[in-house]
């Protein structure tokens, strides 16, 4: 799209803007930057690699401008940006890091907390008004401490990203050219059933792995102008109570979401009409809260075996309810059984008290079976059993368990 920045002026100078002071109605501005960039490779026959990368940067911006009668002009009031950003990454170093048992910590984690040092010293080296070489007793140079959001976004980010520390980006919303997207895919090969050994018994097989992940502010906004005020060299001067400089917008927190979904899936469809199913899945959620200085780590695990097998031409008789008409069906009987276990737990991390705590977080198992016969193209008869065990990680909470069963009838009034 296309926006003219100068809209407002031409607005003035045109007699566009109206001169009642009673209307408060802003200017609004939005400016939205989105890349996708998607890719479908075929390393080797029957195997496919589907590769995405995405970006995506959303600001609004309010102005008021209101008529000084005194001074004969529009004076632009409360200015404010919000926006929004979100991009793909790779965390996958980290992906697989164990949880030290006992005091729950996380090797990651503590390189985050060491990472600040670095990242103040670069922001200093940056700053006309810093000097990297002076620091306080805890090693942090003045107007970038430890807890400075300017500098506890960039070092999160190469913690968990495995990037280089000294050379990652400042930004805390960079450009498409200052941090470029690092690529997702989903890979699948449906080859192994045409193996001379295994194709005289299975028809079709899928092999799946897929990985996401995505770095992600969920909303930023501009500081007003007695906390930030840009000199003209380009930075603020202006400090907050922990002697630290405001940076430009205020972020209340970042997260990392990530997903193996599946790690790996195998779907198998055997000649003699069974059908396999096998799947691990894995995911993480990194909330880093810049409010209270608090990281949120969730993590679940999950293992799921399922099975299907269709009897063909079962035959069942069904009566009248005074029994003097009797009525013989004919169709297949699918039987379905579905078996998993979840493993979830929930970590709150805190960086100033250097506390690892596990807040949540329990083991279920799933067991679902059904057996579906179609009598007609209308109806349908199910039979269901679910059964759902929980087993909590933390004392707070007490084991249960869900049981339903029974039978269902499916009408289909449509013609």
Do not use: C
Not at 176 to 186: A, D, F, K, Q, V
Not at 256 to 282: A, H, R, Y
Not at 375 to 388: A, E, P, V
């Amino acid at each position: 799209g296309w926006k003219d920045e100068h809209f407002v002026d031409r607005a003035q100078n045109n007699y566009m803007l109206s001169l009642d002071t009673m209307l408060n109605e802003p200017f609004i501005m939005s400016h939205s930057e989105s890349w996708t960039v998607r890719a479908s490779l075929e390393p080797i026959r029957r195997m496919r690699l589907d590769v995405n990368m995405d970006y995506a940067n959303t600001k609004n911006s309010n102005e008021y401008y209101r008529w000084m009668e005194d001074e004969q002009y529009f004076r632009n009031v409360n200015s404010m940006v919000t926006g929004n950003f979100t991009m793909s990454t790779l965390t996958l170093g980290t992906a697989f890091e164990p949880i030290e048992s006992g005091d729950n910590q996380s090797e990651t984690f503590e390189r985050f907390s060491e990472y600040r040092k670095v990242i103040a010293a670069r922001r200093a080296k940056n700053h006309p008004g810093a000097d990297p070489e002076v620091v306080n007793e805890e090693g942090y140079p003045e107007g970038y401490g430890r807890l400075s959001q300017d500098v506890l976004i960039p070092a999160f980010r190469a913690a968990y990203s495995v990037r280089d520390v000294k050379s990652i980006t400042l930004n805390n919303t960079p450009g498409i050219l200052e941090s470029i997207p690092l690529p997702n895919w989903r890979l699948t090969y449906d080859g192994f059933a045409k193996l001379p050994f295994v194709k005289d018994y299975i028809r079709t097989a899928t092999i799946m792995h897929t990985y996401r992940s995505s770095y992600n502010i969920g909303s930023y906004s501009s500081r007003p102008d007695d906390l930030y005020r840009e000199q003209d060299d380009g930075y603020n001067y202006i400090k907050d109570a922990n002697n630290n400089y405001f940076s430009q917008y205020e972020i209340n927190s970042i997260s990392i979401t990530e997903q193996f979904s599946p790690l790996l899936g195998i779907d198998l469809k055997w000649k003699n009409s069974l059908i396999t199913k096998v799947e691990v899945k894995k995911s993480r959620n990194l909330t880093m809260s810049l409010s209270n200085n608090q990281l949120t780590e969730n993590r679940t695990d999950e293992y799921i075996i399922g099975g299907g097998y269709r009897i063909k031409d079962v035959k069942i008789t069904i009566g009248s309810l005074r029994g003097s008409k009797k009525r013989t069906y004919n169709s297949d009987l699918n039987l379905r059984l579905d078996f998993s276990i979840r493993n979830s737990l929930t970590m709150l991390r805190k960086l100033e008290e250097e506390v690892n705590q596990a807040t949540s977080g329990s083991t279920s198992i799933a067991i679902n079976t059904s057996a579906d016969y179609v009598l007609s193209d209308r109806f349908n008869l199910r039979l269901f059993y679910k059964h759902n065990i929980n087993k909590p990680k933390v004392s707070q909470s007490y084991d249960n368990s869900n049981i339903d069963f029974g039978f269902s009838v499916t009408f289909t009034l449509a013609s």
